[in-house]
């Protein structure tokens, strides 16, 4: 296996984990929200909380470090952003997941200070779910599409 095949794997399972947490948050948790007391919903929150906030930084760091180190390969690419399709699409991921990490300081600040409220919490991963939405199309289709 070459290096950029083990990153390109790497990449892949560390995308599956966090985009699927997310996916599962938005799709699933929020509807099940409906058939669970309140009390006992925000029991299971804490504990889902806790364990994301545990297990997600390695996540993040394998999804950016393999991304990063995918990435430069294709650096002469992404210098002219506007001269070919793919290096245009490829920024625009990136910039779309760098606002992805964004996000994720921002819940871990707010959870740190205890300012997570439910409805801040639910924005954040409403926003996540479209930005990954918008990261898997591009990393798709930058590749089958050309202009
Ligand atoms: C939230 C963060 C990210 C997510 C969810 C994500 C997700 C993905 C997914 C699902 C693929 C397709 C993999 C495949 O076809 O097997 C991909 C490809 C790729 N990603 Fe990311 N990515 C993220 C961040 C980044 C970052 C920060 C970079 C670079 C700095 C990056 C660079 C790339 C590159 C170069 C590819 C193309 C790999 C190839 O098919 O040859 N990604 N990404």
């Not at 699927?20 to 919903?41: C, D, Q, S, W, Y």
């Not at 930084?57 to 990063?68: A, D, F, I, K, R």
């Amino acid at each position: 296996m070459n290096h950029y095949t083990l990153l390109l794997v790497l990449h892949l399972f560390a995308a599956f984990v966090f985009v699927g947490t997310v996916f599962f948050e938005v799709l699933i948790l929020e509807n099940a929200r409906k058939h669970v007391p309140r009390n006992a919903m925000h029991q299971i929150e804490v504990a889902i909380g806790k364990r994301a906030s545990r297990l997600m930084p390695w996540v993040l760091l394998v999804l950016y470090t393999s991304g990063l180190g995918m990435a430069w390969q294709y650096r002469n690419l992404l210098a002219h952003p506007l001269d070919n399709s793919f290096g245009l699409m490829l920024l625009i991921k990136i910039v779309l997941a760098l606002s992805v990490f964004g996000h994720f300081v921002t819940a871990m600040t707010l959870r740190r200070k205890g300012r997570l409220f439910p409805s801040v919490s639910r924005r954040i991963h409403l926003s996540l779910f479209c930005h990954m939405v918008g990261i898997v199309l591009l990393a798709k289709l930058m590749f089958r599409l050309s202009w």
